[in-house]
C-alpha cells in the first residue's frame, strides 16, 4: 500500500493511504478531540469537534473523517482550532439540556469531559433547547430528547448492527431529531429494549429505567425475604467501573458487597444456566430423536426472543421452550427454594442483576409467573449496581472475596461462559455430547465456536450424528440466519442466538466498553471456566439433588410447568 | 355491523393492492423509496402519505418504517400529515427571506384565514414553508402545487388564491 508523509504539529508520520488525520495523530500520541466518533462505527463527521488546521487551506478540516494527503502540514493546538472547537461546543450546549447534576451521565458524559477540556465557562449563545418530556412508558429504556446531541451512534447500531431500525432521523435541519416513526412510544414500535443505543450515547440521552430505589425498599422491610442472582456477565465487567482494567473477575467481591447490604440470600444465575444446558440438551436430543422441529435455536437472550416475535413469528417453534436462565431461578426460588427452606413465596423478593436492559421487559411479560407471582420482581443492570455501590459508599475495592450461598450457589464452568457468544452452545456441547454416548469428552473446548466473530458454525460428532451447529451474535447476523432457515438453506441441529454483539458481555446494561474491551471480557470468562472445579453442567451435584428432590426428571411435568414457556406472535405492532 | 366490519376490510385490501401496483410499476428496491413515495402522494387528494401507506411500503421494500418516515419527514416536498389540494409552500430560503417571505406568509395567512401549517376548513389550502425552489430571480416566491409564483406582493397573492378558488367551482 502507498505510503503518505504527513506532518502533525511539527512532527513528521508515514501512514498507509486512506488513513485519517485523526488515526495519523495518534500514532504519534497527538490526541484529538472527538464527539461523534465512535471507534467500532462507521465515520460520521457530524459533530466537528475534531476539526484541525491545514496549511494552505482557508477552512478547517474534520479529522476524523479527512484522509492524509501526502506533503500535508497539520496544526491540531492553535489559537484558532481551539476557539472554533470552543464555539462548537458552545453551539452544542445552546442546543442541550445542561443539567449535569442531576444527570445519569453526570461524571462520565463525553460531552461534560469535553467541555471541561476546553475551559468552557460560559455560553454565548441563546439557549434553543426544548424541554420535552422525558418518554419512560415501558419497562426497559428511558429518552431524554432534551440530551441529545444527535451525533447518530444510536442510529448506526440499531439500523446497522441489530438491523432492527426502531429509531431513525426524523425531520430536516434544525428540526432534526432521532425518533421513531410518528413519534410514537418505544412500547409501541418494533423495539427489543436491547439497550445497544444506550451503550454507544455519549450523553444522557438514552438510559435504563433504574429501578435502584425498589431495592433498597425491599431490604429495608423485615417482612420481605430478599434473595438476588447474579449473570456471568456482570463478574467479568462490573469492575471497569472501579478503575479495574478490563477483564477483571470481581464475583468474590460483588458476592460480599450484596451480603452486606442485607440480601438474605446470595445467588448465582449460572446454576439456573446449569439448569438450562440440563433442559435444553435434553430437548435438543428429543427433538433430533422424535423427529422434531429443527434446528433449534436457543432462547435465553430476550432481545432475541422480542425480535423473532416482531419479525419472524413464523418460525417461532424453532425455539427452544425453555426460559432463560433469569427466569427459571425466579420460578425455582418461589417454588422449590420457598418450600425447603420453608418461606412463604409471597414474602420472596427476587433481585436480578443482569448485563442487559431486555431482561426488564422479559421480567415482565405476563406468562413469567408460573410459581403463582411475579417470578423476577426486580432487574437491576451492571450499571446500575455500580450505582447502588456508590451510593452505599461501601469501598467494592477492599472487600474480602466471599462465596454465593447454597443451594443455588454450586456452578459450573459451562454455566460460566453463558455470557460469551458461543458459551451455550459450547456448554451444552459438553452435555449432550457425553449424555448420547456415554462416554467422557476429552477435549471440552470448542474454540471454534469462541470469540467475537458474528457468525460462527462447527461439526461435532456425538455418537452416530453429526451435529451440525452454528452461533451468532447481534441481531443482524440473527436475521441473516433465519432467512437461511425459511430459504431451506440452514441444515443446522442447533443454533444459538444472542441478540448483543459479544454475547452477553456486551450487553445493554453493561459498562460502556469497545469492541476492545469486550475482548477482553471474554477472556475473562474463559478463565472463570477453565478455574472452575466442574466445567459441566450435569456434573453439577446440585442440579442432580434438584431433579431427585423436585422436578423428578429433565422435560417433566414440573419442568414443564416451571421452566419451560411459549412465545407470542408480536408482527402486527 | 358486521357487514361494515367486511366493507372496511375491502377498502384496506383495495389501498394494499394499488400501493403495491405503484411499487411493482416503479420497482421494488429500497433505492426507489422516493420515487415511490412521491407516487404514492400524488394520488392523494389530501397531499400527503397516510401511515397505512408508509407502512405497506416499509415492508414491501423491507426498509423500517422509522426509516421511511426519516425520509419522508426530511423532504419538503413529502408530508406526513394532512395537506390541503393545493399545498402553498412558501420559499424562506435566503433570497427569499431578504426579499420578504415573512411578509408573504402574514399575507397568505390572512387571505386564506389560517396560520402556518394549517389547512382550510374546506380542505383547499394548506401553508407551510419551504426550503429553496429555485425561484431566487422572482423571489419572494411560493410554489403551489406544480406552479411558481414569483414577486408576490399582496395584491398578486389575493388574486392567486381567487382564481384557483374560482377553478374549483
Given amino acids: 500500500m502507498k505510503k503518505i508523509n504527513v506532518n502533525i504539529n511539527g512532527i513528521d508520520v508515514v501512514v498507509p493511504e486512506g488513513t485519517t488525520i485523526l488515526n495519523a495523530a495518534k500514532k504519534v500520541h497527538i490526541d484529538i478531540p472527538t464527539l461523534c466518533y465512535h471507534p467500532d462505527q462507521k465515520i460520521k463527521g457530524s459533530c466537528r469537534v475534531c476539526i484541525v488546521e491545514v496549511e494552505g487551506q482557508s477552512t478547517f478540516s474534520a479529522a476524523c473523517c479527512t484522509p492524509v494527503r501526502n506533503g500535508m502540514r497539520i496544526k491540531t493546538n492553535t489559537k484558532k482550532v481551539r476557539e472554533a472547537r470552543k464555539t462548537i461546543l458552545e453551539l452544542i450546549l445552546a442546543d442541550h439540556n445542561c443539567d449535569c447534576l442531576t444527570c445519569i451521565r453526570n461524571g462520565n458524559c463525553e460531552l461534560q469531559i469535553l467541555c471541561e477540556e476546553h475551559n468552557i465557562d460560559t455560553i454565548s449563545f441563546d439557549k434553543v433547547v426544548k424541554l420535552l418530556p422525558i418518554n419512560d412508558k415501558n419497562p426497559a429504556i428511558v429518552r431524554d430528547e432534551s440530551k441529545c446531541i444527535k451525533c447518530g451512534r444510536c442510529v448506526e447500531v440499531c439500523n446497522e448492527v441489530q438491523g432492527i431500525g426502531a429509531i431513525y432521523n426524523i425531520n430536516r435541519s434544525c428540526e432534526m431529531k432521532i425518533g421513531t416513526a410518528y413519534d410514537k412510544e418505544l412500547k409501541n414500535v418494533k423495539c427489543t429494549y436491547c439497550g445497544q443505543c444506550i451503550n454507544v450515547c455519549p450523553v444522557g440521552a438514552i438510559y435504563e429505567k433504574s429501578n435502584i430505589d425498589e431495592v433498597w425498599q425491599a431490604l429495608e422491610d423485615d417482612n420481605k425475604h430478599v434473595v438476588v442472582q447474579m449473570a456471568p456477565a456482570v463478574r467479568v465487567s462490573l469492575g471497569e467501573k472501579f478503575g479495574m482494567q478490563p477483564g477483571s473477575i470481581v464475583t468474590g467481591k460483588i458476592v460480599s458487597f450484596l451480603r452486606k447490604i442485607g440480601f438474605d440470600k446470595v445467588f448465582d444465575t449460572n446454576f439456573t444456566a446449569d439448569l438450562t444446558i440440563i433442559e435444553e440438551g435434553n430437548e435438543l436430543l428429543h427433538r433430533i430423536n422424535n423427529n422434531g422441529k429443527l434446528p433449534m435455536i436457543t432462547s435465553c437472550s430476550p432481545g432475541w426472543i422480542r425480535f423473532i416475535e416482531y419479525f419472524y413469528p413464523e418460525l417461532l417453534d424453532h425455539l427452544s421452550t425453555c426460559k432463560s436462565p433469569q427466569q427459571m431461578f425466579g420460578a425455582l426460588a418461589k417454588t422449590y427454594y420457598a418450600e425447603k427452606f420453608n418461606i412463604n413465596p409471597e414474602n420472596i423478593v427476587v433481585v436480578s442483576i443482569m448485563p442487559c436492559t431486555a431482561k426488564k421487559a422479559e421480567a415482565l411479560r405476563e406468562e413469567m409467573s408460573d410459581s403463582g407471582y411475579q417470578d423476577i420482581d426486580v432487574v437491576l443492570t451492571t450499571r446500575e449496581l455500580a450505582r447502588l455501590i456508590k451510593q452505599s459508599r461501601i469501598r467494592i475495592e477492599e472487600l474480602k472475596e466471599e462465596d454465593f450461598d447454597s443451594p443455588f450457589g454450586i456452578t459450573t464452568g459451562a454455566a460460566a461462559i453463558f455470557g460469551a457468544t458461543g458459551g451455550v452452545m459450547e456448554a451444552a456441547l459438553r452435555t449432550v455430547y457425553e449424555e448420547v454416548t456415554g462416554e467422557e469428552l476429552k477435549n471440552i473446548d470448542f474454540k471454534n465456536l469462541r470469540g467475537i466473530n458474528g457468525f460462527k458454525e462447527g461439526t461435532v460428532k456425538v455418537g452416530e450424528i453429526d451435529v451440525k451447529v452454528a452461533v451468532v451474535n447481534g441481531l443482524k447476523n440473527a436475521r441473516m440466519i433465519l432467512e437461511m432457515i425459511k430459504q431451506g438453506k440452514a441444515d443446522y441441529h442447533f443454533i444459538e442466538v444472542m441478540c448483543c454483539p459479544g454475547g452477553c458481555i456486551g450487553g445493554g446494561g453493561q459498562p460502556r466498553g469497545t469492541n476492545d474491551i469486550k475482548k477482553k471480557r471474554i477472556e475473562a470468562i474463559y478463565k472463570v471456566d477453565i478455574q472452575s472445579a466442574i466445567r459441566k453442567s450435569h456434573d453439577n451435584p446440585v442440579i442432580k439433588t434438584l431433579y431427585k428432590e423436585f422436578l423428578t426428571k429433565p422435560l417433566g411435568y414440573k419442568s414443564h410447568k416451571l421452566l419451560h414457556t411459549h412465545y407470542k406472535d408480536r408482527s402486527d405492532i | ?169
Fill in chain 2, 1 to 169: 355491523m358486521a357487514a361494515k366490519n367486511v366493507k372496511e376490510g375491502e377498502v384496506a385490501m383495495n389501498m394494499d393492492k394499488r400501493i403495491i401496483k405503484i411499487i411493482e410499476k416503479i420497482g421494488k428496491t429500497s433505492d426507489k423509496l422516493i420515487e415511490i413515495l412521491l407516487e404514492v402522494q400524488k394520488q392523494s387528494d389530501e397531499n400527503y402519505i397516510t401511515e397505512k401507506e408508509l407502512k405497506i411500503i416499509s415492508k414491501e421494500l423491507r426498509i423500517p418504517l422509522s426509516k421511511v418516515y426519516g425520509v419522508a419527514s426530511f423532504y419538503s416536498m413529502l408530508s406526513t400529515k394532512k395537506r390541503g389540494k393545493y399545498v402553498v409552500q412558501i420559499c424562506n430560503s435566503a433570497p427569499c427571506y431578504v426579499k420578504n417571505s415573512k411578509e408573504v406568509a402574514k399575507f397568505f395567512e390572512a387571505a386564506l384565514g389560517i396560520k402556518m401549517g394549517e389547512i382550510t376548513e374546506d380542505g383547499l389550502f394548506s401553508l407551510e414553508f419551504t426550503s429553496c425552489i429555485g425561484a431566487c430571480d422572482l423571489a419572494p416566491a411560493v410554489k403551489i402545487n406544480e406552479e411558481i409564483y414569483g414577486n408576490l406582493d399582496r395584491d398578486k397573492i389575493y388574486k392567486i388564491i381567487d382564481s384557483l378558488r374560482k377553478e374549483e367551482k
